[in-house]
């Protein structure tokens, strides 16, 4: 294998971290498969896209407001499925991924349907591939290593009475619902951010990094790794 080989394989892994990180998170947390994981990544490659096209905005302040777009997706992701468990709450999620699919393939005047963004610039003094690495690189320990402190932190461990006993935890003086919703957040923001990078990197953006084969890596990846640990977000991606 040639160096510029080695190069795309470790930003593609940096970038796909996050999106596998950021699913087990969730899942691991509170217990949430969320099959619409995915949509928030497209709402941060797209915002993120979109910024860099038309704004001129610095890529640091476009990828706080990928991240900022994915959070708005969590919460209104966390609100329709608040009251959805097991089966239900998967083809609900399933349902919202197709629509935001339907969207973005119908929002012409902004998304170029099918046809598109292309013409994404790389961030500036990111252009080269190796500064590229580094870059996701970077910003993947910042996100996995917040994931990781979080659920080592008090606060992981209400996610954990969450998970395993929404009943009892409510029953001593937890609010599952905000921590549920917080979880959703949390987990949208980072998948944005990892769409806005891998947006970047492939300078092209279209409706298909939200089809069926992506949930299900996302999926895959953490229940072989094992969810909510680090090294099982490693072991999966």
């Given at each position: 294998m ?7 394989l ?6 796909q ?9 969730l ?12 949509s928030a990544?497209?709402?941060g ?13 610095p890529?640091?302040v476009?990828l ?5 777009s994915?959070?708005v ?5 966390a ?25 973005l393939?119908?929002w ?28 996701t690189?970077?910003?993947a ?5 917040a994931y990781?402190?979080?659920l080592?932190?008090p606060?992981?461990r209400?996610m954990?009475?969450?998970r ?12 599952v ?6 979880a959703f ?6 998948a ?11 300078q ?7 089809s069926?084969?992506h ?5 895959a990846?953490?229940?072989i ?9 490693v072991?999966?991606?």
């Open positions: 040639n160096t510029a080989y080695l190069i795309h470790g930003i593609t892994f940096a970038i971290l996050i999106l596998v990180g950021s699913f087990s998170f899942f691991g947390g509170v217990g949430v498969p969320n099959l619409a994981h995915v990544v497209a709402v490659a797209y915002t993120a896209a979109l910024l860099a096209l038309h704004s001129g905005w890529f640091g476009a706080l407001a990928a991240a900022a994915g959070v997706s969590g919460l209104v992701l609100v329709l499925l608040r009251r959805v468990r097991g089966d239900y709450l998967a083809l609900l999620a399933l349902e919202v991924q197709f629509l935001t699919t339907t969207i393939l119908n012409p005047s902004v998304t170029r349907g099918a046809l598109g963004l292309p013409g994404i610039p790389r961030p500036a003094g990111f252009t080269t591939p190796v500064a590229y690495l580094v870059l690189v970077m910003i320990a910042i996100v996995i290593g990781h402190a979080i080592r932190s606060y992981g209400v954990a009475a969450v395993d006993d929404e009943v009892a935890a409510a029953a001593i003086g937890k609010r619902p905000r921590v549920r919703m917080t957040l949390l987990a949208s923001a980072g944005a951010v990892g769409g806005a990078l891998l947006a970047h990197y492939i092209f953006i279209d409706p298909l990094p939200i069926i084969p949930p299900a890596h996302a999926l990846g953490a229940i790794g094992g969810v909510g640990s680090v090294p099982g977000m072991v999966g991606t």
